[in-house]
């Protein structure tokens, strides 16, 4: 039976997760549920580890211990998939690049891009399938 949090689904369950740069412990035993179809946001001081928490889920950090679930399959089952998108916050952004804000929200969109046929991959970006460009505009 699929696992629920009050009458919502559960999108994100962590257990037990450990991670660390290094040495240096960031991540110590957490256990959270994220509800599908609900905002959730994660509040805490500069360096409490947020950041740190969103690599696990997008798989660019491997955590040392623990499991991390979506929609009860392992998550990177969904990372293939293409249904896990994230977007860097204001320090990680290098502000020289010339890249323009409805291209770096764009980017959040990756994800589902892998899904569309190659050919449409290959266009420039003025030719993206019109349900990027709408989840774009209505993201901003
Ligand atoms: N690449 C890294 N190498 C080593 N330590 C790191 C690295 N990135 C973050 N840290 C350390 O890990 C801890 C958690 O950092 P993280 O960036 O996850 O915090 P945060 O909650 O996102 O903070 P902020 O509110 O400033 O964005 C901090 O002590 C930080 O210095
Ligand atoms: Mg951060």
Do not use: C
């Amino acid at each position: 039976m699929a696992t629920t949090v009050g009458d919502a689904l559960v999108a994100i369950d962590i257990k037990g997760l450990y991670a660390a740069y290094q040495r240096q412990p960031v991540l110590e035993n957490i256990t959270l549920q994220f509800p599908a179809g609900k905002w959730t946001a994660i509040v805490g001081p500069n360096g409490a580890g947020k950041s740190t928490l969103f690599h696990v889920l997008t798989g660019s950090m491997k955590a040392l211990r623990g499991k991390v679930q979506a929609f009860d399959e392992p998550i990177g089952t969904h990372r293939k998939a293409g249904h896990i998108a994230y977007m860097a916050q204001r320090e990680a952004i290098e502000w020289d690049f010339p890249v323009s804000v409805w291209e770096t929200v764009m980017g959040g969109r990756y994800g589902q891009m892998r899904q569309d046929r190659l050919w449409r991959r290959l266009l420039p970006s003025r030719w993206y399938h019109p349900r990027h460009v709408e989840a774009v505009h209505s993201a901003l």
